[in-house]
C-alpha cells in the first residue's frame, strides 16, 4: 500500500488524514509481525563436511572450501579440517548432517566454538546444465543444540535463459559461487539481526496440498515445540524421506512462534530408544519421541514420490501428532515442476528440492496459517535483486 497526504485544501486534509489512518490500520499488523530477529552474537563456528543427499556423488572437498569462505565473508572465524575431522572421530560421529546437545556441548568446549555448521546437498550436477541444490543450518554449540539460522538453495543454470539464453549458466562454479553469495548475504543478516534466521519459500497457489486436514480442537496461532522425524521412504531414491523431514523442518523453522527441534537431536533419541519405522510413525512412537523431547508436537509422513531432472515430480504425505496421540493436522502433497506452467517455460521449477521447498511451504501454511510467515518489509524485493 502507497500513502500520501498531500493537499490544498481542507477537505483534501481531511482526505489525507483519513487515507494516512487507513494505511495506518492496513499497515501495522503485518510490520510489526515482521519485525527483525535479535542479531546473533556469534564468533567462531565449527565447519562440518557436508552430507551428501542427492544419491549420486558430489565433490564435497570443493563445497566445504566454498562454505569456508562464505562464513569468513560472513566476519566469522572458521575452524575446519583436520581439527573438526579429529574431533569427528574422537566422539565417533559418522553422520555430520545433524547434531544432538552431548556433541554440541563438546563442540564448545574443545574446538571453542559457538555454532557448528550444517549441509546438506539435495542436488548436484556439472554437465550438461548445472545444479547445485544444498540446505544450510546453524546450530548452536551448546547443551541445547538450538537451530540459529536455516536457508537453502535449488538452483539450476537454466533457471533463468532470459532473452536469447543471456542468462544461462553453464559453467557449475559460477552457479556454485552465485548461490552461496546469496546465502552468505541471509546469513550476514541473521548475524546482523536485520534479516530472518530462517526465510521461507515463496507461497505459490498451484503448490497448495492437494487435500489437507486440521482438527478444530487444534490452536494454530498458540506457540509450540515440534519435532521432524524422518520420512518413511517409500520411493526408489535413497534418503528421500530425509531431503521431505528436512525441507518441512526449514519451513516450520520460519514460524517465528514455533521452537523447531533440531534433526540430528531427533536422530539421537530415535537410535538411543532403538525406535524402528518400519510402516510409518505410530502413537507409541509418537508418545516416545514426544516425552524424550519434551515436544508438543511430532511431524512424521511418508515420501511416496521424488523425482529429479529437468521436470521434477513429487508427492508426500504429512501429519502432526500432539501429546495425546491425536492427529491434529495432516496434508498429501503432490506436484510437477510444470504445474500451471502455459507458456515458455515461465514458471516451471526445475529442481526437486525448489518443489519440495515449495511444497513444504503450502503444507506448512494449511497447517499453521501464513501470518508468521511473512517476510520483513523490502526482504521479497532484494530476494529477487538477489537472484538476478
Not at 539464453?165 to 546469496?182: N, S, T
Not at 550476514?188 to 539481526?193: E, K, P, T
Amino acid at each position: 500500500m502507497i500513502c500520501s497526504t498531500g493537499s490544498s485544501s481542507s477537505s483534501g486534509r481531511a482526505l489525507g488524514l483519513l487515507a494516512l489512518l487507513a494505511c495506518a490500520a492496513g499497515c501495522a499488523g503485518p510490520r510489526a509481525a515482521a519485525a527483525p530477529s535479535p542479531p546473533l552474537r556469534l564468533s567462531r563456528v565449527a565447519l562440518f563436511p557436508a552430507d551428501n543427499l542427492s544419491g549420486g556423488p558430489v565433490p564435497l572437498r570443493g563445497l566445504d572450501a566454498q562454505l569456508e569462505r562464505m562464513l569468513v565473508a560472513a566476519g566469522l572465524k572458521v575452524v575446519k579440517g583436520d581439527e573438526v575431522e579429529r574431533f569427528l572421530e574422537h566422539h565417533r560421529l559418522r553422520f555430520t548432517g545433524g547434531i544432538d546437545e552431548a556433541s554440541a556441548a563438546a563442540a564448545r568446549e574443545e574446538l571453542g566454538v559457538d555454532a557448528v555448521l550444517l549441509t546438506a546437498v539435495e542436488g548436484y550436477a556439472s554437465q550438461p546444465v548445472p545444479r547445485l541444490a544444498a540446505t544450510l543450518r546453524l546450530v548452536s554449540a551448546g547443551p541445547e543444540a538450538r537451530i540459529l539460522w536455516m536457508d537453502g538453495v535449488a538452483r539450476a543454470g537454466d533457471d533463468s535463459p532470459g532473452l536469447l539464453g543471456l542468462g544461462l549458466v553453464r559453467d557449475y562454479r559460477a552457479l556454485e559461487a552465485r548461490e552461496l553469495a546469496r546465502l552468505g548475504r541471509s546469513l550476514s543478516g541473521a548475524l546482523a539481526g536485520v534479516g530472518r534466521p530462517a526465510p521461507p519459500c515463496e507461497l505459490e497457489r498451484r503448490f497448495r496440498p492437494r487435500a489437507s486436514f486440521r482438527s478444530p480442537r487444534f490452536d494454530p496461532s498458540a506457540g509450540y515445540s515440534v519435532a521432524v522425524l524422518p520420512f518413511l521412504n517409500q520411493t526408489s531414491r535413497r534418503r528421500a524421506g530425509e531431503v521431505f523431514a528436512l525441507e518441512l523442518t526449514r519451513q516450520l523453522a520460519a514460524v517465528r512462534r514455533l521452537q523447531v527441534v533440531e534433526p540430528g537431536v531427533t536422530r539421537d533419541r530415535l537410535i538411543r530408544y532403538r525406535v524402528i519405522m518400519e510402516g510409518g510413525v505410530s502413537l507409541d512412537t509418537a508418545r516416545v519421541m514426544l516425552d524424550t523431547l519434551q515436544a508438543d508436537l511430532v511431524v512424521a509422513g511418508y515420501a511416496r514420490e521424488l523425482v529429479d531432472g529437468a521436470t521434477p515430480s513429487l508427492e508426500f504425505t504429512a501429519m502432526a501428532l500432539d501429546r495425546s496421540g491425536t492427529v491434529v493436522w495432516q496434508a498429501t502433497s503432490h506436484a510437477t515442476g510444470s504445474d500451471g506452467v502455459w507458456f515458455f517455460d515461465a514458471g516451471k521449477v526445475s529442481t526437486a528440492t525448489s518443489l519440495a521447498c515449495q511444497l513444504a511451504r503450502g503444507a506448512v501454511v494449511t497447517f499453521l496459517g501464513e501470518d508468521d510467515l511473512a517476510l520483513p518489509l523490502g526482504t521479497r524485493s532484494q530476494a529477487r535483486e538477489a537472484r538476478q
